[in-house]
């Protein structure tokens, strides 16, 4: 006689596939671990030995929380869920390490209208990886099913970060100065913003995500699942090495709306577009759906995955370790007195065709 079915699977919520799922995601989260974290895998709560911050002369803590947003759409239809972990983990860690931080762990929740132990380990999979590639460790989470709230392939995710710097090294406006030069550094593509645009123009336009597209090389869903570059481990590295006074990551908002953000008011940042040329997702997106120049640049990063703010003589070494680090990069422009105006960025000129 076949087991009774308990009344919590008959609401839709399997709470031994959520168990497999635990199982099967506990190596590649331990691999993300480093040695301050204390416990395993499954408990009420995540253990970071704090001790490890006795070395700072005054340590300041930093968080963040954030999500993938609509780019889960793309992942779902795509069946592939190894990836969208490292777009979770660039949002969270690089917004925290733009002020100096070092990430020491993240928090990650899934939730799912059914879970797929598979499917699972494979999302939490790709968070762990690039955890390991930012040096957090990965220190805990939760997965939810919401039968009825989402449909049995459905899912979204966000996460927390906690990182560490110290009081006197925080990066930030007020320590950018006129003369300033302002460096890019370059993203991977869309990494995670604004495709809820993306979205709405490739259904308009009616392709289909298995579109060859020759611009791409590939199909038009392998583009837009381009994972987010994680930038952590190489920016603390510039930062450890030069002398660095603010850093703007470009997301949603588009370079302007972002870099503004570290500019202290009394300077305007001057930049020219004829220094990159946007790799050419944006260009097909731009004219696939008619997309006016100023609604592009407020909405993607236009291939501008983080600006630096720092002297002249900083610019040649930082170049050369983000090279090292596969990540090209050159320069913006550069900061000029306005004394009495608000922060300003100017986008000047054309991009290269």
């Given at each position: 006689m076949a087991a009774e079915q308990s009344a919590y699977a008959a609401a839709g919520v399997d709470i031994d596939a959520g168990d497999r799922a635990v199982e099967l995601m506990k190596a590649s989260v331990a691999a993300s671990h480093r040695p301050e974290v204390l416990g395993g895998l499954g408990g009420f709560?995540?253990?970071?030995?704090?001790?490890?911050?006795?070395?700072?002369?005054?340590?300041?803590?930093?968080?963040?929380?954030?999500?993938?947003?609509?780019?889960?759409?793309?992942?779902?239809?795509?069946?592939?869920?190894?990836?969208?972990?490292?777009?979770?983990?660039?949002?969270?860690?690089?917004?925290?390490?733009?002020?100096?931080?070092?990430?020491?762990f993240v928090t990650d929740y899934i939730a799912c209208g059914k879970v797929f132990p598979e499917r699972i380990a494979a999302i939490v999979g790709g968070v762990a990886a690039a955890c390991t590639a930012a040096g957090a460790a990965l220190l805990g989470g939760e997965t939810a099913e919401h039968p009825g709230l989402l449909e049995p392939d459905e899912f979204d995710m966000a996460g927390a970060t906690t990182g560490v710097v110290e009081y006197d090294r925080i990066l930030g406006a007020d320590r950018v100065r006129p003369g300033d030069v302002v460096l890019a550094l370059a993203s991977s593509g869309l990494h995670s913003n604004g495709y809820s645009l993306v979205r709405h123009v490739i259904g308009t336009a009616g392709w289909a995500l298995d579109r060859d597209v020759p611009e791409f090389g590939r199909t038009l869903g392998e583009e837009l699942l381009t994972p987010t570059r994680v930038y952590a481990r190489d920016l603390l590295a510039i930062i450890d090495s030069v002398e660095v006074h603010s850093i703007s990551h470009i997301t949603g908002?588009?370079?302007?709306?972002?870099?503004?953000?570290?500019?202290?008011?009394?300077?305007?940042?001057?930049?020219?577009?004829?220094?990159?040329?946007?790799?050419?997702?944006?260009?097909?997106?731009?004219?696939?759906?008619?997309?006016?120049?100023?609604?592009?640049?407020?909405?993607?990063?236009?291939?501008?995955?983080?600006?630096?703010?720092?002297?002249?003589?900083?610019?040649?070494?930082?170049?050369?370790?983000?090279?090292?680090?596969?990540?090209?990069?050159?320069?913006?422009?550069?900061?000029?007195?306005?004394?009495?105006?608000?922060?300003?960025?100017?986008?000047?000129?054309?991009?290269?065709?």
């Open positions: 709560a995540g253990f970071f030995d704090a001790s490890a911050l006795a070395r700072y002369r005054r340590p300041v803590l930093a968080t963040s929380t954030d999500g993938v947003g609509t780019k889960v759409a793309i992942a779902q239809a795509m069946g592939r869920y190894d990836t969208i972990g490292f777009d979770l983990i660039g949002m969270l860690v690089d917004d925290l390490v733009v002020t100096g931080a070092e990430p020491l908002g588009g370079l302007a709306n972002n870099l503004v953000r570290v500019l202290p008011d009394g300077v305007v940042a001057d930049l020219s577009r004829t220094t990159w040329t946007p790799p050419p997702v944006f260009r097909v997106l731009q004219e696939l759906g008619g997309v006016s120049q100023p609604d592009l640049e407020a909405t993607l990063n236009q291939g501008v995955g983080m600006a630096l703010v720092l002297p002249a003589a900083s610019v040649d070494i930082a170049a050369t370790l983000a090279e090292r680090a596969g990540i090209a990069s050159w320069v913006l422009g550069e900061v000029r007195s306005e004394p009495g105006a608000p922060a300003r960025v100017d986008l000047h000129g054309d991009h290269p065709a």
